[in-house]
Nanobody
């Protein structure tokens, strides 16, 4: 069983900053990649930023230069530093982990999601 838990959301004024954290725990062999997604009301869930075990990162164009994703492999934790926040960044932010677990047939990768954390940016 693998658990993914986010923390750090909240209410902030436009131009402000927030830092999200996400920790993966449980029984697994390795974490291939982790990432942050967000979903605003009436919108589809979209990728915000991702990071691989090799620390390769990618960002949505809308957050480049404002958000930074980082990873602490020893803690199986990723962070999302969000600066210069805008009202359009308001959404529920979800953490995703692509995790390899061991089965009797060998390693298998699966996606695991956190429950989400609300980020609200006021104008």
């Amino acid at each position: 069983q693998v658990q993914v838990e986010e923390s750090g959301g909240g209410l902030v004024q436009a131009g402000g900053s927030l830092r999200l954290s996400c920790a993966a725990s449980g029984r697994f062999v390795s974490i291939t990649a982790m990432g942050w997604y967000r979903q605003a009301p009436g919108e589809q869930r979209e990728l915000v930023a991702g990071i691989t075990s090799g620390v390769i990162t990618n960002y949505a164009d809308s957050v480049k230069g404002r958000f930074t994703i980082s990873r602490d492999n020893a803690k199986n934790t990723i962070y999302l530093q969000m600066n210069s926040l805008r009202p359009e960044d308001t959404a529920v932010y979800y953490c995703n982990a692509l995790v390899s677990t061991m089965t009797k047939w060998g390693p298998k990768e699966n996606d695991y999601w956190g429950q989400g954390t609300q980020v609200t940016v006021s104008s």
